[in-house]
């Protein structure tokens, strides 16, 4: 099975998903970069890691979005189909 990231967002008032923002495969590993990942721990990144507004700012442009930091706990996550990973 192959994995897919996304930028997930969470209400900050209910906790609950949001919204969602695919990460191409061409731009995984920067993303997985800015988000922090410790890839000798976790090669894959298939753990949730959550994104600092500030590092959502530099994610916003390369991926052509302008998710809501203000709005959003904001996440980058990996899903097999329709099914979460972690």
Same mark, same amino acid.
């Given at each position: 099975?192959?994995?897919?990231? &996304?930028?997930?967002?969470?209400?900050?008032?209910?906790?609950?998903?949001?919204?969602?923002?695919?990460?191409?495969?061409?731009?995984? &590993?920067?993303?997985?970069?800015?988000?922090?990942v410790d890839r000798?721990?976790?090669?894959?990144?298939?753990?949730?890691?959550?994104?600092?507004?500030?590092?959502?700012?530099?994610?916003?442009?390369?991926?052509?979005?302008?998710?809501?930091?203000?709005?959003?706990?904001?996440?980058?996550?990996?899903?097999?189909?329709?099914?979460?990973?972690?």
């Amino acid at each position: 099975m192959t994995a897919h990231h &996304r930028l997930s967002g969470y209400s900050k008032s209910t906790e609950l998903l949001v919204t969602e923002i695919d990460v191409p495969d061409q731009w995984l &590993r920067y993303v997985i970069d800015v988000a922090g990942v410790d890839r000798s721990k976790d090669p894959q990144a298939v753990g949730a890691y959550p994104i600092a507004d500030d590092k959502l700012a530099q994610l916003t442009e390369l991926l052509k979005t302008s998710p809501d930091p203000g709005a959003y706990d904001w996440f980058l996550e990996a899903f097999v189909g329709e099914e979460s990973v972690v």
